[in-house]
């Protein structure tokens, strides 16, 4: 097993240190609001924000996992924020072929009858915990958002099409919860 540090965001920054080193770009600009498109273009964006602009940001993600009929991976730092969107999640999850639900539940079994292509996994006591991860994928691999719980309502991440750095990402979760995710 690998060592972990204490922060997720951190083991996958120590992996591949230029990235961390990029300037974040202000995702509150109201000025400026991406799509999708645009930050799959960018290929990676640091940022510092809150939550409107990462729910923003997850909706993007989503709709493309449901217009296409890809996997969708998600994280929840709380049961409580996945009951915000289970309503949603429902109907993601009938039309979508693979779904990986993570979150520090203490109930994985959170869903009442999650079709057979979800899967609920409990983080709870790992570094997975605070994070808000939604990843898809298209024709030339993965792309999401990778953002850590700071406190204060605010998150620090990126958003990737790497496909390098998201599949770590993905392995690091594979490790820790010993599931086998493969978007």
Request: with cysteine; charged share 25%.
């Amino acid at each position: 097993m690998n060592e972990h540090f204490v922060s997720f965001i951190d083991d996958i920054w120590n992996k591949f240190p230029t990235f961390v080193e990029i300037k974040n770009t202000d995702l509150t600009n109201h000025n400026i609001l991406w799509t999708l498109e645009e930050y799959r273009k960018a290929n990676y964006v640091n940022f510092r924000t809150g939550k409107k602009e990462l729910y923003r940001l997850s909706i993007l993600l989503e709709n493309y996992a449901v217009k296409h009929n890809t996997p969708l991976l998600a994280t929840f730092e709380t049961e409580a924020r996945y009951k915000y969107v289970e309503e949603r999640y429902r109907e993601i999850l009938d039309k979508i072929s693979k779904a990986w639900i993570i979150g520090n539940f203490n109930n994985p079994d959170l869903a009442p009858h999650p079709p057979p292509s979800a899967e609920v996994v409990s983080c709870d006591g790992t570094n997975i915990s605070p994070m808000w991860i939604v990843v898809t994928k298209d024709d030339n691999g993965p792309f999401g958002l990778v953002a850590e719980d700071i406190g204060d309502h605010e998150y620090r991440g990126f958003f990737t099409s790497n496909s390098d750095i998201l599949t770590k990402v993905i392995e690091d979760i594979n490790e820790q919860l010993k599931i086998k995710i493969t978007i």
